[in-house]
């Protein structure tokens, strides 16, 4: 089967199971595939209850009920792309832009090694990211990031959360947490960072997630 059945295969999947858990699926999904993950990118999702809540301004109620049907949701994702795909995972990691209705969704894949995408300008990203990281947490203690086609580009970050941060967690504020941390992070990548114009690309969409269990955390970076 060539990537593009894949691809197309995959985004298929992906949408069916967003409509069967959240009651409406959404207008695209762009799929893509690569040595060291899978990302999906998803566009105008967003139903009437949560649209509600939106406009009440209720993002932590809004975030937390997609948190657990995306909890749901993503052991099967899993499942398909080992079963039917011989693809399997190490992470999967999603965050949803709210101000257009996208959302993103990247999947680790498990693998012995990859080579480094030692694209131009590397470097420069990684100490970007790495001073955010400092100001708002502290520095990772390891960085990595690669391209994903000509629009994405995948940051993975390990080793950040400090100690308030894990205890927090440990007393249940997990959801808190994230919505905190991914309101401070985008703020912070988005004005002090010159990620965009470094590269030469017009800045689209920044999603973030983390994996507070094994503390690592993605960023993906889309550009137009």
Same mark, same amino acid.
């Given at each position: 089967?060539?990537?593009?059945?894949?691809?197309?295969?995959?985004?298929? *999947?992906?949408?069916?199971?967003?409509?069967?858990?959240?009651?409406?699926?959404?207008?695209?999904?762009?799929?893509?595939?690569?040595?060291?993950?899978?990302?999906?990118? !998803?566009?105008?999702?967003?139903?009437?209850?949560?649209?509600?809540?939106?406009?009440?301004?209720?993002?932590?109620?809004?975030?937390?009920?997609?948190?657990?049907?995306?909890?749901?949701?993503?052991?099967?994702?899993?499942?398909?792309?080992?079963?039917?795909?011989?693809?399997? @995972?190490?992470?999967?990691? *999603?965050?949803?832009?709210?101000?257009?209705?996208?959302?993103? !969704?990247?999947?680790? !894949?498990?693998?012995?090694?990859?080579?480094?995408?030692?694209?131009?300008?590397?470097?420069? @990203?990684?100490?970007? %990211?790495?001073?955010?990281?400092?100001?708002?947490?502290?520095?990772?203690?390891?960085?990595?990031?690669?391209?994903?086609?000509?629009?994405?580009?995948?940051?993975?970050?390990?080793?950040?959360? %400090?100690?308030?941060?894990?205890?927090?967690?440990?007393?249940?504020?997990?959801?808190?947490?994230?919505?905190?941390?991914?309101?401070?992070?985008?703020?912070?990548?988005?004005?002090?960072?010159?990620?965009?114009?470094?590269?030469?690309?017009?800045?689209?969409?920044?999603? @973030?997630?983390?994996?507070?269990?094994?503390?690592?955390?993605?960023?993906?970076?889309?550009?137009?």
């Amino acid at each position: 089967m060539s990537t593009t059945e894949l691809t197309s295969q995959l985004s298929s *999947y992906t949408g069916r199971l967003l409509r069967e858990r959240f009651g409406k699926g959404p207008e695209s999904i762009h799929a893509s595939i690569g040595e060291q993950c899978i990302a999906m990118h !998803i566009r105008n999702f967003i139903g009437p209850v949560e649209r509600f809540l939106l406009n009440k301004e209720e993002e932590q109620a809004f975030r937390y009920t997609r948190e657990l049907l995306m909890k749901s949701l993503l052991p099967e994702l899993s499942a398909y792309l080992k079963d039917k795909m011989a693809i399997e @995972v190490s992470e999967i990691f *999603y965050d949803w832009g709210i101000h257009n209705a996208s959302g993103m !969704i990247v999947a680790l !894949i498990k693998h012995s090694g990859v080579a480094v995408d030692d694209y131009a300008g590397r470097e420069e @990203v990684h100490a970007q %990211i790495n001073e955010v990281s400092r100001k708002v947490q502290k520095e990772p203690e390891f960085t990595d990031s690669w391209w994903l086609g000509p629009r994405t580009l995948i940051i993975k970050r390990e080793g950040i959360l %400090i100690p308030l941060e894990k205890e927090l967690i440990g007393l249940g504020y997990e959801n808190t947490l994230k919505t905190t941390k991914r309101k401070m992070e985008k703020r912070y990548l988005e004005d002090t960072t010159t990620i965009a114009p470094m590269l030469g690309k017009e800045l689209s969409d920044i999603y @973030v997630d983390w994996d507070f269990d094994k503390d690592t955390s993605v960023i993906a970076y889309t550009f137009q």
